[in-house]
């Protein structure tokens, strides 16, 4: 009874959402909006074809190793600067210069230096998701707790063993916030090389949809980067929830004291 | 000068005892982020000076830094500032306006909350340049489009933290404001307002970082005025150093726009623990 409950808190509202979709596209066709029907089919028939193969894998391809690219360099960079406290000072107004200028600007400049090819692509959404995860890297390993680190000084521990089991995990939480972030810019940043600059891919498919007029297949590439989006946050979700396990579970007992 | 040999005596016994004691700037940390953005700036010149990278694709940090001053005096590039900063802010603030709206009444409401979840934890991640096809059909090369994406992207940051604001609310001062009579509206104001304001404040600032990247970005794609579609005109054109200038202005708007909404963030929470206890530490 309880989980049918729940179930029906999930599902009555999108439900509810797509029988009006449906009621209001009924009458009259509305050029601009498709049927539910008519979308579905589009989808199917749009999508599940050589389009699969020739723009959904590589975009989700170059995708994964920006994203991937940027989060080893951000931990690796982050732990650097911010163990060593005359480096932090030295390079922290400059990243921050860095982070500020909005990521999609480095379009233009990236195609100049490096041409359209793919790993301009892949250089741009590296070079945008690189600074949440560099910065939030730099601010957690700096606020690594002092009785822990001195303990560990104490017994001994220091090098590659203090970065994995002192370092690494007090800075966890604010990695995976900057983790977050780079991952939904990431996703933007995929989608707008490709409409920028371009011959083939998701976000060039999508805009070449809206220049020939072709609505339900547009919207249909919509459908597609919305589910694209959905899935990485549920993975990332669930990857937090396995990573962050312990730092949940403190957090429970200091709220609760 | 006496004071500030002071502090840094009293500084270096800190520092000896504990190497992570927190936020304060220690002396001359200004001086070294300073010597820092220098050094960046002395390597970019030296780049193309080198020929590592050709001048014709990467010009001078002094060339860039010419231009950006030559840009400064000129009023089409205050034009186009001011038309990217105006889809910034009306696309802010109608976000912000909708999901405070949105964000009470669904966050006052337990059964509202679950009911809107599966919906809200769906459309959140759909990325808003998703939408700028379709922006580009229903509006054309206009400030809407810039506007509909600004606004979606916005809204859900804004969104997410007014929930968790208000889900925060302490139930034994809200029963409390309840025995001594205070109505519903008054309970808003007094009780569930003050309690997600923090919240709010910081989806305020996330928002505003987001509505500036998705606002360059319709200029650069969709090409409605402002300051992106000049860096895709100054690119397109081959004025180079024209396009470095104003990327490196869009970094200093970036900049600008994080001071001031952590010192907004700072005013309207002066009254509030986590704002005080840094004053007092």
Known sequence: MKALKTLGYVLALPVLLVLLWWASTLGAVNFFVPTPAALVQKFAQTWFGPRFFSDVLPSIGRLLVGVVAAIAIGVVGGVVIGSVRWLRALLEPTLEFFRAIPPPVLVPVLMLLMGITDSMKIAVIISGCVWPVLLNTIEGVRAVDGVLSDSAHTYGISGWARVRYLVLPSASPQILAGVRQSLSLGLILMVISEMFASSSGLGFTIVQFQRSFAIPEMWSGIVVLGLLGVTMSFIFQWAERNILRWYHGQKEVENAA | ?281
């Open chain 2, 1 to 281: 000068m006496s004071a500030d040999a002071l502090a840094t005596g009293g500084r270096t016994t800190r520092a000896g005892r504990g190497r992570r004691t927190g936020k304060r700037a220690f002396p001359g940390q200004r001086l070294l982020g300073l010597a820092g953005i220098l050094g960046f700036l002395a390597t970019w010149e030296l780049i193309p000076r080198l020929g590592l990278i050709d001048a014709k694709y990467l010009p001078p940090a002094s060339e860039v830094v010419m231009a950006l001053v030559r840009d400064l005096g000129l009023t089409a590039f205050w034009v186009s500032v001011g038309e990217t900063m105006k889809a910034w802010f009306l696309g802010l603030v109608l976000a912000i306006v909708l999901a405070v709206v949105l964000g009470f009444v669904i966050g006052s409401s337990t059964f509202l909350r679950r009911a809107t979840n599966s919906t809200v934890e769906f459309l959140r991640p759909i990325p808003s340049v998703a939408l700028i096809p379709l922006a580009v059909l229903l509006f054309g090369v206009k400030l809407e489009s810039s506007l509909m994406l600004i606004t979606y992207a916005a809204f859900w940051q804004v969104l997410i933290q007014v929930l968790y604001g208000v889900a925060d609310v302490d139930m034994v001062a809200n029963n409390t404001a309840k025995t001594y009579g205070l109505g519903p509206l008054a309970r808003i104001r007094y009780v569930v307002f003050p309690t997600a304001l923090p919240y709010l404040m910081t989806g305020v600032r996330l928002a505003a970082t987001v509505a500036l990247v998705l606002a360059i970005t319709a200029e650069l794609v969709i090409g409605s005025p402002g300051l992106g579609r000049e860096i895709a005109l100054a690119q397109s054109g081959g004025a180079i150093s024209g396009m470095y200038a104003l990327v490196l202005a869009t970094g200093l708007i970036g900049v600008v726009i994080n001071a001031l909404m952590r010192l907004i963030e700072k005013k309207t929470l002066s009254w509030h623990s986590s704002v005080r206890s840094e004053v007092i530490l």
